[in-house]
């Protein structure tokens, strides 16, 4: 008998809600990513409970018992459940009725084996009771043991249903890590026919997806299917994988945490905002990237005009077009560089300039040098420097 233990397991938020809702009648389960983490070791992202309670028992019961209940899906059986600090998103047992490829018609359902079937993969149709026996209505464990991806059931079936599982077989590859196993080719060959389906999708969704994909460790094995497939075309028009196997190898001698917008600018085609529907934060900082790489930018002025975060970033990626690693102190001529301040101001120069657009650019030659010169000339030096003639 298979057991799961993790601290979320009985933390006292999650006792709390499974007092709430749990009867002998309708036991609620823990399912999807939590378990199958807590079986490779890894933190849970999501706490997720399935249950045949009907949604309107489930707010019941979990309002009775002091808990805040919203209903947050309430048409596909979901409601969330705080607990303390915790979000429990709880969801009744449900089999679809009908699909189209981005939403279902679902029915609820009565048994853990009816709610496995509709799922996509083996290993997120574990199912784990408040004690952490493991129940696996599909045999995904042997496939969880070897880091096999397979679909339940037919998988052209299953990508009929939600065309994002067209990207989520590569998301997941991604996730298993270098112990996966070689992708299915009948599976790959199904995702490969089903891909004009993925134009349906929303952006949002198809974001949400290559975000997670690109802060895995490796994404490199994963983005290289994706290509094969011609799924990565779909999605990211002009992408190209060269760059990650360096990006990644640089990332790791520095000892530097995976950034999915890094990455996203490692595989160029120009700006993704539209593609995926970037916020204008994320779009403003790839911009910036990926102009400070087209434009050969040193990672020190990134560092003065950016910051410390974006010259790390403008450096990896520039060790990675050239092939190389970064030396081992890589990072400690940024923070000097981010604190710097230019010694002078449009007052320095009015008694050579009038206001307006020969002192802005007399002032933007002068911060170049400065810069050029590794921030060591000083408010004299800039100043004789400057050579324009008093009026």
């Avoid at 009816?114 to 129940?135: H, K, S, W």
Wanted: net charge neutral; hydrophobic share 50%.
């Amino acid at each position: 008998m298979t057991r799961v233990s993790a601290p979320w397991l009985t933390a006292p938020e999650t006792e709390s809600v499974l007092r709430a809702l749990a009867t002998d009648a309708a036991p609620v389960y823990f399912v999807g990513g939590c378990v199958r983490n807590a079986l490779l070791g890894r933190a849970a992202t999501d706490l997720d409970l399935s249950t045949a309670l009907r949604p309107d028992a489930i707010m019941a019961r979990a309002r009775a018992a002091g808990l805040k209940a919203l209903p947050t899906g309430l048409d596909h059986g979901t409601v969330t459940v705080i607990a303390g600090d915790s979000a429990f998103e709880v969801t009744t047992f449900r089999r679809d009725v009908a699909t189209d490829g981005r939403r279902a018609v679902v029915a609820f359902a009565e048994t853990v084996e009816e709610d496995a079937a509709r799922r996509d993969f083996t290993i997120n149709a574990l199912y784990a009771t408040r004690t952490g026996q493991v129940l696996d209505p599909v045999d995904g464990l042997p496939d969880l043991a070897a880091r096999r991806l397979r679909f339940i059931g037919d998988p052209a079936t299953r990508l009929a249903e939600d065309h994002l599982r067209s990207l989520r077989i590569f998301r997941f590859y991604a996730q298993l890590g270098p112990a996966a196993a070689d992708l299915d080719p009948m599976a790959l060959a199904a995702v490969q026919a089903a891909q004009d389906g993925l134009a349906r999708l929303s952006r949002e969704r198809v974001s949400g997806e290559m975000a997670k994909l690109l802060a895995t460790p490796n994404p490199g094995p994963a983005l290289t299917a994706m290509a094969e497939t011609g799924v990565l075309a779909r999605v990211l028009p002009g992408a190209e994988i060269a760059l990650i196997p360096a990006l990644v190898a640089a990332e790791t001698a520095a000892a530097v945490k995976p950034d999915w917008v890094r990455r996203l600018v490692a595989l160029g085609g120009g700006d993704r905002t539209d593609d995926l529907r970037l916020s204008r934060k994320t779009a403003a900082r790839a911009a910036t990237l990926r102009q400070a790489v087209a434009g050969n930018t040193a990672p020190a002025e990134m560092a003065y005009r950016q910051g410390t975060a974006a010259a790390r970033a403008l450096a990896l990626l520039q060790a990675a077009a050239k092939g190389t690693l970064p030396p081992s102190d890589w990072a400690d001529t940024f923070a000097p560089a981010a604190a710097a301040v230019f010694p002078l101001t449009g007052a320095d120069l009015l008694d050579r300039y009038a206001p307006g657009p020969d002192l802005g650019a007399a002032l933007n030659r002068l911060e170049t040098a400065w810069i050029a010169s590794g921030f060591t000339l000083n408010r004299a030096m800039l100043l004789a420097r400057d050579t324009a003639p008093s009026d």
